[in-house]
């Protein structure tokens, strides 16, 4: 069995180290839930900045879908149960993220616009990679890990 503090650690170096948000919760999970890393990043790459940079839903939140959807899949034999499971999972998860954020919108939880000049100002002179990204990263995966140890 394998310990959340690992896999927040693993998800948080990643994250400083040039993967996405997405990336860095999805590929975090690879050798725990046997999935191959290389495609994780691939299939998370458009997901980070809250999908396509464009500051929608947080990456931390997608890779988070992405990695209850592969956890059931292994659990459940048939695709109907594992997407219904995965389905409760991600409406419970967003009840849950919601309430410790108030948002599952990157512009929101960030509270500045990224996509200009001011806002980049801004994300890096508020250190929000650190202040935010990665207490949403940590506190994703801590939720993921309440869901899939019921």
Do not use: W
Not at 74 to 86: M, P, S, V
Not at 98 to 113: F, I, P, V
Request: contains cysteine.
């Amino acid at each position: 069995m394998y310990q959340m503090k690992e896999i927040e650690e693993k998800a948080i170096y990643s994250f400083y180290n040039g993967m996405n948000c997405a990336q860095s919760v999805l590929t975090a999970y690879a050798d725990h839930l046997k999935f191959d890393p290389e495609m994780a990043l691939f299939v998370s790459a458009g997901f980070g900045g809250g999908i396509g940079k464009m500051q929608k839903t947080c990456g931390a939140v997608t890779g988070s879908f992405m990695v209850l959807g592969i956890s059931n899949s292994k659990k459940h034999l048939e695709n109907i149960d594992a997407r219904n499971a995965t389905n409760e999972m991600i409406q419970k998860f967003t009840v849950d993220f919601t309430a410790l954020y108030g948002s599952l919108d990157c512009k929101a939880l960030l509270n500045c616009d990224f996509t200009t000049e001011a806002g980049e100002k801004q994300f890096k002179d508020l250190d929000l990679k650190k202040n935010i990204c990665s207490k949403c990263i940590s506190d994703s995966i801590k939720l993921i890990e309440e869901l899939v140890n019921k």
